[in-house]
């Protein structure tokens, strides 16, 4: 094992970064706080050949019970401030969104009040082009500046590679800043509309507990007939099915818990036994939209 640089940590116990609450350790683990620490860090794991993993909010993140190899990093300090500049507001790949949500509500800018049922950071959003009732990132995305193993670029929406849930950020390359534009609107309306969606999200999905957001993603196979992938589960008796620790929520079908003791293999599991349930059913393959950091291995894929 190479000599650490400064920060570097060894087994990182990292199921207490995550909202599922499962999995092993990493084997290194870093919390840059600037720019130039988060570039130094990855030409250190380039040079070590290392591979480079990301912690965002880890709400939609299952960690393998193995644990991690390489190094594993969450971002901090400056990297997750976030900063009003007139009708602009531009933070840290590691801010929260919801708070990116708050923040402009409270400057009485319109345009990301989306975010606010995110529970993930402005990298992991760009990375995995979120979107909710009806709101896109790419609407009002400015820029991004990603860090990688040859340095930094600025990237607009359009170089990013966005589609449904994805985008086209590589593997080891990282969300450290981004800009969004806003416009200008009454700061109770914005806010009235932040505590409506968050009733909503309340009402529709479970919250206070160790769960992760939406499992799967919504199919556009026309057998589905237009359902969401929670409406295809739960018309495949999901609901509240468990295996092992883990389960589909008895409040939404396309979330799982983890009732105190679950692996990350149980999760697996259930997601496996779901699929196959709405295959079975309705001809549907669902596909995951939880990411995976380390060898999580999504039974199906197996062969």
């Not at 079975?280 to 950091?293: K, T």
Request: include cysteine.
């Amino acid at each position: 094992m190479p000599e650490l640089p400064p920060g570097v940590q060894r087994d990182y116990a990292l199921a207490r970064l995550t909202t599922i609450r499962t999995g092993g350790p990493a084997e290194l683990f870093a919390r840059p706080g600037s720019f130039a620490e988060l570039e130094r860090l990855l030409a250190w794991a380039a040079k070590e050949r290392l591979e480079v993993g990301v912690v965002g909010s880890g709400s939609n993140l299952l960690v393998a019970d193995t644990g991690v190899r390489g190094l594993v990093l969450k971002l901090d300090k400056e990297l997750s401030t976030i900063e009003l500049d007139g009708t602009q507001i531009r933070c840290g790949g590691g801010a929260r969104l919801p708070s990116v949500s708050a923040r402009a509500a409270q400057a009485g800018l319109t345009g990301i009040e989306f975010g606010v049922n995110i529970p993930g950071t402005v990298g992991g959003a760009v990375r995995m082009n979120a979107n909710a009732y009806g709101g896109e990132l790419a609407r009002v995305l400015e820029w991004v500046d990603v860090a990688g193993p040859a340095g930094a670029t600025r990237r607009t929406p359009d170089q990013l590679g966005f589609a449904y849930r994805r985008s086209g950020l590589q593997p080891g390359e990282v969300v450290a800043r981004a800009s969004f534009a806003l416009a200008p609107a009454p700061s109770e309306e914005v806010k009235a509309t932040l505590s409506d969606m968050r009733a909503r999200r309340k009402a529709a999905q479970p919250s206070g507990i160790k769960t992760f957001g939406s499992t799967f993603k919504n199919p556009d196979d026309p057998r589905a007939e237009g359902r969401t992938a929670g409406q295809l589960l739960d018309a495949a008796d999901c609901r509240g099915m468990r295996i092992g620790g883990a389960g589909f929520s008895s409040k939404h079908a396309n979330f799982v818990e983890n009732y105190g003791d679950a692996t990350t293999a149980d999760v697996i599991a259930v997601m496996a036994e779901g699929r196959r349930r709405v295959k079975e059913r309705f001809g549907v393959e669902l596909e995951p939209e939880v990411q995976a950091l380390g060898p999580v291995e999504f039974v199906w894929k197996r062969g």
